[in-house]
């Protein structure tokens, strides 16, 4: 079988729609200010050390606050924080200073820590790799927390969905 490059960035956008991602809001905090926003390109790197990627628009007025800030959280959501993902990708009018005025945030680490995300990953930008429209963050972790129970928030086919935990498939012999 031949495998089809798409040379359209529509198909590509529309191939890669149907690649779940877990909804994840990336915080920071230092001298450049403080800011969110939401983001589904997230996964591990590697485990020695502890890195995570995690992929920002280069033409989004925050990229420049998470590069020059260096510290940031990866804050993993609930089903229940829909919500909020909608406002930290500016779908609502919801100030950025409005939104982490609500008690729904500690500080830790120097970054705006999410208290009931499912999983917090804070750390640092190690490095910073541009890509097309986006930079790649590699960020060395020196904090994880997981908060056990909860459904988590995805993002499939242009919309939320919610992943509960299930049954383990059995392995389909070949």
């Not at 925050?62 to 909608?86: I, K, P, T, Y």
């Not at 190690?126 to 459904?151: A, N």
Request: net charge negative; proline share 7%.
């Amino acid at each position: 079988m031949t495998a089809q490059v798409p040379t359209d960035p529509r198909e590509f956008r529309e191939a890669m729609a149907h690649l779940p991602a877990a909804v994840n809001i990336l915080t920071t905090d230092g001298p450049s200010g403080r800011c969110g926003i939401t983001v589904s390109a997230v996964c591990s790197v590697t485990d020695s050390p502890p890195t995570v990627l995690a992929c920002v628009n280069r033409s989004s007025a925050m990229h420049d606050v998470f590069s020059s800030n260096g510290r940031v959280c990866v804050n993993v959501l609930g089903v229940e924080q829909q919500e909020l993902a909608l406002h930290f990708a500016g779908a609502t009018q919801v100030p950025m200073a409005e939104r982490f005025a609500w008690d729904i945030w500690d500080h830790d680490h120097d970054v705006p820590v999410l208290r009931d995300a499912l999983v917090t990953v804070i750390g640092t930008v190690r490095e910073r790799k541009p890509m097309g429209s986006h930079s790649v963050l590699f960020i060395e972790t020196e904090r994880v927390r997981t908060r056990t129970g909860g459904q988590s928030l995805v993002y499939f086919n242009r919309g939320f969905h919610r992943v509960a935990p299930a049954a383990p498939i059995s392995p389909v012999a070949c």
